[in-house]
């Protein structure tokens, strides 16, 4: 599970509490090569679009077509914001444009990352024994007014060179102690 917890004021706290000890590694070594036995560091996104019948999914479950690119109102252009096929054209064919998203980048400059390059921003998360147990300050994280039912969260695996391959995908299940969002966990059968 996922939780968020916005502050009165502003951002949000992210807690994790995810188990990936019985992920199915099989299958994603045979999306990613790369990918040999359990995984230990993951990259996390919001991402902008959500076209499964379930709340959740894995590996070509989160597919681009399928769960989108990252959240990027401001245009931070980074290589999987959601609009680097179209707005974003211009900004980054500018001879000194990089996008640079670090957590200690952010921190000095917030406007540097896409609003939902969570691992940019804040860190990547990292599993110990099979668990992610972890939380995260956000102080700009996406103010919840901005939040839509096609928002989702993204654990991508990062197994070696080249862009790490989507692992995980799920929607927020918004309950009623709002504005906690609740993000359930999926894996593929064994």
């Known amino acids: ?13 992210i807690f ?8 199915n590694w099989t299958a994603l070594h045979a999306a990613d090569g790369n990918c040999t036995g359990p995984i230990t560091e993951f990259a996390w996104h919001v991402h902008t679009k959500w076209t499964n019948k379930q709340q959740s999914a894995f590996l070509s479950g989160c597919s681009l077509a399928v769960a ?11 290589p999987n914001s959601e609009h680097i096929s179209d707005t974003c054209k211009t900004i980054i064919s500018q001879p000194d444009f990089k996008y640079n998203c670090t957590p200690q980048v952010y921190n000095g ?4 990352c896409e609003k939902g390059d969570l691992s940019g921003k804040v ?3 990292i599993a110990k024994n099979g668990w992610i147990k972890s939380k995260w300050y956000d102080r700009h994280y996406p103010a919840f007014n901005e939040a839509t039912a096609q928002w989702n969260f993204m654990l991508h695996a990062v197994c ?9 995908c799920a929607i927020a299940d918004t309950a009623n102690e709002l504005p906690t969002t609740t993000i359930p966990s999926t894996y593929a059968p064994k």
């Open 160 to 168: 070696g060179p080249g862009a790490p391959p989507r692992f995980i």
């Open 109 to 112: 400059n917030p406007a540097v």
């Open 68 to 78: 989108g690119n990252h959240y990027d109102p401001d245009l931070a252009c980074g």
């Open 16 to 23: 994790a509490n995810l188990d990936v000890s019985k992920a």
């Open 1 to 13: 599970i996922i939780k968020v917890k916005y502050h009165e004021k502003y951002g949000a706290t």
């Open 123 to 125: 860190g990547k998360m």
